[in-house]
């Protein structure tokens, strides 16, 4: 089993950046693909980001793009979404995700096997 727990989440204007950390323990955490997705209120979840495990291939969601910037730490267990140029449109639950390694490439909830507890990320205008 692997344990993720995520934090950085909070309050912040338009315009603003969050780190968001992913530590995990269990299970051996470079052997995984990581990601992120959200919920926003009455909303579906969606896919984010995902990072490969060697961190060679990384993947955005197109509203994401050039804003946020997905990366990990293997050394550390720990996984960062670097989030910038904020909008309120961001505001979500953020949600650190693990998958085997040829899943990264997924945007299916499905595909991804461990999940956090979650991280609220409010963005205000």
């Known amino acids: 089993q692997v344990q993720l727990v995520e934090s950085g989440g909070g309050l912040v204007q338009a315009g603003g950046s969050l780190r968001l950390s992913c530590a995990a323990s269990?299970?051996?955490?470079?052997?995984?693909?990581m990601g992120w997705f959200r919920q926003a209120p009455g909303k579906e979840r969606e896919f984010v980001a995902a990072?490969?495990?060697?961190?060679?291939?990384?993947y955005y969601e197109d509203s994401v793009e050039g804003r946020f910037t997905i990366s990990r730490d293997n050394a550390k267990n720990t996984g960062y979404l670097q989030m910038n140029s904020l909008k309120p449109e961001d505001t979500a639950v953020y949600y650190c995700?693990?998958?085997?390694?040829?899943?990264?490439?997924?945007?299916?909830?499905?595909?991804?096997?461990?999940w956090g507890q979650g991280t609220q990320v409010t963005v205000s205008s």
């Open positions: 995700v693990l998958a085997p390694p040829l899943r990264v490439g997924s945007r299916r909830e499905y595909d991804w096997n461990y």
């Open positions: 269990g299970r051996t955490f470079s052997s995984y693909s």
């Open positions: 990072i490969s495990w060697s961190s060679n291939r990384i």
